[in-house]
């Protein structure tokens, strides 16, 4: 799937690893006789002035380990070098036979193939280029696993239907792979999955504790490269309150736009009894909620027990890729007293106002959450409830928009839709008779055309009314201003960062220029490019870098004084040895 967010902690702006990699993988082995051979073919593309070169070098070694795990044709004494006991030693090697200030780091990780992600032994890289310590995790760049941990649950639900069956344990194996995303992993990703013995490597300017790093909710690869945030809470384990629990999620409109989540819902063996319950009369537990930018799971449960929650990703338009995006386990004590069947699988389209509502049309809801609360029918009167949209211009005459209330009876319940087209205004009035919980499906399709109107948006009416969820709708939406300031100061702090680099760089050469107009040298000043040619292949991983002035810095933050735990480090650059090395290596599970 394609990257989202920014993951990684070079400049993804500017450096591009395409050229590199190619290069890597036209190594022919055939006329490769010795170790110091493959370090001089790697190193062809790359001068050594080069202010990147470190990563590149980097890059190129983590390229060459996972060919070298795919090809049979190379002489035993190189291929025994370049491939020690573990893939970090490996790495290490390398780097060190480059010049590159390279550690071998020791912690633990978490188990990506069990929902209870416990801890083992394990060990990663960091290497140093300009000053800058980068992280890399090289067991899960090159290896994988398809195996999951499924036995002892019961699944409930899964992507709207009813199960109730016993999960059986299916067979895995191991791939050799390249997953980019561990190449030069931000802290604040990698901190999800792999926590150092040594604190000064979080390379965090807010450090994370053994506790802290161990109760946070698992998130798999994917959740980080779409970028997603959490909005409610995000510890390992959540407990329901009343038998209910809702997780919300911020994601960018592109990544709801175009993908949908498939969940699964399961029970714990042995952790609560629902043996007297048929499949058919399970209820559907989970309101599936896909809005504009923000993404909702409102679950509930109907006994007491613990519950393991899972969520992937797949493309709208393409079944055949499903990549885990997390999973967390769920204590409920004490069962939802109104679990009842949902009104219908509201499928892709979900509850609340989304995508599917917008590209047809409808825009400024009254209501954008799933949940609409109605009165039901008293003393022979109704209590009506209205929802209004705006209509877009070029859609007034050419949709015609319908409404439907599902219900168990439907004489308990009904809908009318009005337009009015001069005002550009849809209005639907929803009225239920007794209490209990609906469906309210608005459609739309072609005017004139014979076509059956598709739905584009679902509510869930219920007399039920839950204060709680009033109070949690305004705590996401503060965490969702918060989430958008940090991260605006984040690419604040960043661009600092890399104006301040540039402007040493420019100063450095100033100075190296009045040195030698002062010994007398006739020297020109040209553009550095940062480009690389090699045999007639562009092979530059750096854009044009444009001067800049230190204004830009100013605007940047100049006044920040925020130290980074990169700059305590930068003293421990050097000859490295080797470190005793971890018994087990880190698998990831299978994106």
């Not at 994988?144 to 239907?161: D, K, P």
């Not at 960043?494 to 104006?499: E, Q």
């Not at 925020?562 to 880190?586: D, F, I, Q």
Request: glycine share 4%; net charge negative.
């Amino acid at each position: 799937m394609e990257i989202i967010s920014k993951v990684h902690s070079y400049d993804e702006e500017t450096i591009s690893f395409y050229n590199i990699d190619e290069h890597v993988f036209r190594i022919d082995f055939t006329e490769i006789k010795t170790f110091e051979d493959v370090l001089d073919y790697i190193k062809k593309p790359i001068d050594d002035d080069d202010e990147h070169r470190n990563i590149y070098l980097a890059r190129s070694i983590v390229s060459l380990l996972y060919f070298v795990r795919l090809t049979d044709d190379i002489l035993e004494p190189v291929f025994f070098e370049l491939l020690l006991p573990t893939l970090t030693a490996s790495f290490h090697h390398m780097c060190s036979s480059l010049n590159i200030p390279c550690r071998i780091i020791q912690g633990e990780t978490k188990d990506f193939t069990s929902y209870r992600h416990e801890t083992y032994r394990a060990e990663w890289c960091a290497f140093m280029c300009n000053d800058d310590w980068h992280l890399v995790d090289l067991d899960g760049i090159l290896s994988a696993t398809t195996y999951h941990e499924t036995e002892g649950r019961i699944v409930l639900e899964s992507e709207g239907e009813a199960i109730l069956e016993h999960q059986e344990q299916k067979e895995g194996q191991l791939l050799v792979v390249f997953n980019d995303f561990w190449f030069c992993t931000k802290p604040n990703k990698i901190i999800s999955f792999d926590f150092p013995d040594e604190r000064k490597w979080l390379l965090l300017d807010s450090p994370v504790s053994s506790d802290e790093f161990e109760s946070m909710l698992f998130t798999y690869v994917e959740f980080h490269i779409l970028g997603l945030q959490f909005l409610t809470e995000c510890s390992s384990k959540l407990l329901a309150k009343d038998g209910r629990c809702k997780i919300s999620i911020k994601a960018d409109p592109s990544v709801l736009r175009s993908k949908c989540f498939p969940y699964t819902l399961s029970l714990i063996e042995g952790t609560g009894d629902i043996s007297e319950t048929k499949a058919e009369d399970l209820p559907l537990l989970v309101t599936y909620a896909p809005g504009i930018d923000m993404l909702s799971f409102n679950i509930r449960f109907p006994v007491s027990g613990e519950y393991v929650f899972e969520v992937s990703v797949k493309d709208l338009d393409d079944d055949d890729i499903v990549c885990h995006c997390f999973d967390v386990v769920i204590v409920c004590e004490e069962a939802d007293p109104n679990c009842r069947k949902l009104p219908i699988d509201a499928g892709i389209v979900g509850f609340g106002y989304g995508h599917a509502a917008k590209e047809a049309g409808l825009k400024n809801p009254s209501k954008a959450s799933p949940t609409v609360n109605v009165n039901p029918q008293t003393d022979g009167l109704t209590h009506p409830k209205t929802l209004t949209f705006q209509i877009e211009n070029d859609h007034i005459d050419t949709i015609e928009y319908g409404s439907d209330i599902i219900a168990d009876n439907d004489i308990n319940a009904f809908s009318e839709t009005h337009v009015d087209a001069d005002k550009g205004k849809l209005t639907v009035v929803a009225n239920v008779k007794t209490e209990g919980e609906y469906a309210l499906s608005i459609t739309a399709k072609p005017k004139q055309s014979g076509d059956n109107p598709e739905t584009v948006l679902n509510y869930l009416l219920t007399t039920n009314k839950n204060e709680d969820d009033v109070e949690q709708e305004q705590l996401m939406k503060k965490r969702k201003l918060d989430l958008i300031l940090e991260s605006k100061m984040e690419d604040r702090i960043t661009t600092k960062k890399v104006l301040t680099k540039k402007i040493d760089a420019i100063e450095k050469e100033l100075l190296e220029l009045r040195k030698m107009v002062e010994d007398g040298i006739d020297t020109t000043l040209n553009a550095a490019s940062g480009d690389h040619v090699y045999e007639g292949d562009r092979c530059s991983q750096s854009k044009n870098e444009d001067a800049v002035d230190s204004s830009a810095v100013l605007a940047a933050g100049e006044n920040d004084d925020n130290a980074t735990a990169t700059s305590l480090l930068a003293e421990e650059a050097g000859t490295v040895s080797t470190s005793k090395l971890a018994k087990k290596s880190k698998m990831c599970h299978l994106m």
